[in-house]
Every structure is written in C-alpha cells, then in structure tokens.
C-alpha cells in the first residue's frame, strides 16, 4: 500500500513506512529485554528541560507550527509519551506491536503510529487536516484535525502523530499492519537507520513477523 504526499507540506517532513504481517504476539518478551530497562533509563536520565531541549522535539514542533497547529495544545505523542516515563509514571501494556510502537517511539523520539492495514481503503495520503475535521481518536472522544499533518484513505483521516484514530488503530485480531515513523527533520541516513531498527525490532519481538515492504514518502 502506497502513501502519496501533498507537494505543499513542509520537506523536512519525512516519513518511514514498514508493511508487516504478523500474529500480535510476543516472541521474545520486549518489556523485560528492552522496554523496562529504557524506562529505566529514562527515568533516571531525563527531566521536562532535556525533552524540551532535544533537537528532535524541537524539529516536530517547529513543523507543528508551520502547519498552523500548536505543539502545546496539541503535543506531538513522542513528547508526551517521554515526558509520561520520565515522570515516573511508565507505559500501559496494550498488546505487542503498541507497546513495540511505543517502545521504538522513546527510542527514536519521534512519533511513530501503527495502523491495521486491513482497515484502510487506497487510495492512502499525507496531507494537512481540512478546518472542522475531526476523527474519534484512541481512548478520547475526538482529535481536532485542523491544520494537523494527517494519513487519510478513501474514508477520511485515520492517523496523525499526535492521536490516532480508533477506525484504524490495532488490536489482537490484527495480522497486517502499516508501522509509520514520522520523522520531522530526520535526515535520509537518520530515517533508513530507523528503518533498520523497525525491521529488526518487529522480526526480534513478533511471532511469525515478515516485513513485505519498507518505503519513505
């Protein structure tokens, strides 16, 4: 499944597809081998004043602004997800590939979404969330998609790297997926390592994982 993008979004925009099937089941246990000692780290490390001093927190929300959204209101979710560990407050457990998702998202600090391919309709794009758009969203009531970068299919918005949507977000039944890396001014080199990561963590941690394709839009 492709990805076209709107030629008027900003180019430090850069996003890393991976498309996967597999059984959202752990084959190696992830939270004892590397989420639990990354939110170790964390923990430990880390305070309000690195996250916000990090140059990839300021990249994202320095797009955030150019779109015409801000970052404060509307957080990007790699921020609020390591300001939540570092407060000492750690992940839920979802199912493997969200918290896999999660754990690559504090790795990387960047957002990541991962999306049941089987719900989406082609043709699929990245584009900026019309004014009055809204989607219900995973766990709130509606995310407002104004002036947000989005993916939308052939039915609408389905993810952002803020919140996405319930239409498309995984759940235990989910053999095909779509793992996205938004990768707000990541250079090329940065991007295909996190591609590289990706691939190895999914083949690492998933049972029967296969990555059938790997792609930047």
Same mark, same amino acid.
């Given at each position: 499944?492709?990805?076209?993008?709107?030629?008027?979004?900003?180019?430090?925009?850069?996003?890393?597809?991976?498309?996967?099937?597999?059984?959202?089941?752990?084959?190696?246990?992830?939270?004892?081998?590397?989420?639990?000692?990354?939110?170790?780290?964390?923990?430990?490390?880390?305070?309000?004043?690195?996250?916000?001093?990090?140059?990839?927190?300021?990249?994202?929300?320095?797009?955030?602004?150019?779109?015409?959204?801000?970052?404060?209101?509307?957080?990007?979710?790699?921020?609020?997800?390591?300001?939540?560990?570092?407060?000492?407050?750690?992940?839920?457990?979802?199912?493997?590939?969200?918290?896999?998702?999660?754990?690559?998202?504090?790795?990387?600090?960047?957002?990541?979404?991962?999306?049941?391919?089987?719900?989406?309709?082609?043709?699929?794009?990245?584009?900026?969330?019309?004014?009055?758009?809204?989607?219900?969203?995973?766990?709130?009531?509606?995310?407002?998609?104004?002036?947000?970068?989005?993916?939308?299919?052939?039915?609408?918005? #389905? =993810?952002?790297? !803020? @919140?996405?949507?319930?239409?498309?977000?995984? +759940?235990?039944? &989910? /053999?095909?997926?779509?793992?996205?890396?938004?990768? #707000? =001014?990541?250079? !090329? @080199?940065?991007?295909?390592?996190?591609?590289? +990561?990706?691939? &190895? /963590?999914?083949?690492?941690?998933?049972?029967?994982?296969?990555?059938?394709?790997?792609?930047?839009?």
């Amino acid at each position: 499944m492709m990805i076209k993008r709107d030629p008027q979004l900003p180019a430090q925009i850069k996003l890393g597809v991976t498309a996967l099937t597999f059984k959202n089941q752990f084959k190696t246990d992830l939270w004892t081998t590397a989420i639990q000692p990354l939110l170790t780290e964390i923990e430990q490390q880390d305070d309000l004043v690195t996250i916000r001093e990090n140059p990839r927190i300021q990249a994202t929300k320095q797009v955030y602004k150019a779109l015409g959204k801000d970052p404060a209101r509307f957080r990007p979710s790699s921020d609020s997800l390591w300001r939540r560990v570092a407060k000492g407050k750690g992940l839920y457990q979802v199912n493997p590939l969200v918290d896999l998702n999660n754990y690559l998202s504090l790795q990387f600090k960047v957002p990541l979404g991962s999306y049941d391919q089987a719900a989406l309709q082609p043709p699929v794009q990245l584009t900026k969330g019309a004014p009055g758009t809204t989607y219900p969203g995973i766990g709130k009531s509606a995310i407002n998609l104004d002036h947000l970068l989005v993916l939308a299919d052939a039915q609408g918005a #389905f =993810g952002s790297p !803020t @919140a996405d949507s319930i239409r498309a977000m995984i +759940t235990a039944q &989910t /053999t095909t997926a779509l793992i996205v890396v938004y990768g #707000f =001014g990541l250079t !090329t @080199a940065e991007l295909q390592q996190c591609q590289q +990561t990706v691939a &190895t /963590t999914v083949t690492t941690y998933l049972e029967a994982a296969m990555v059938n394709a790997q792609f930047s839009v």
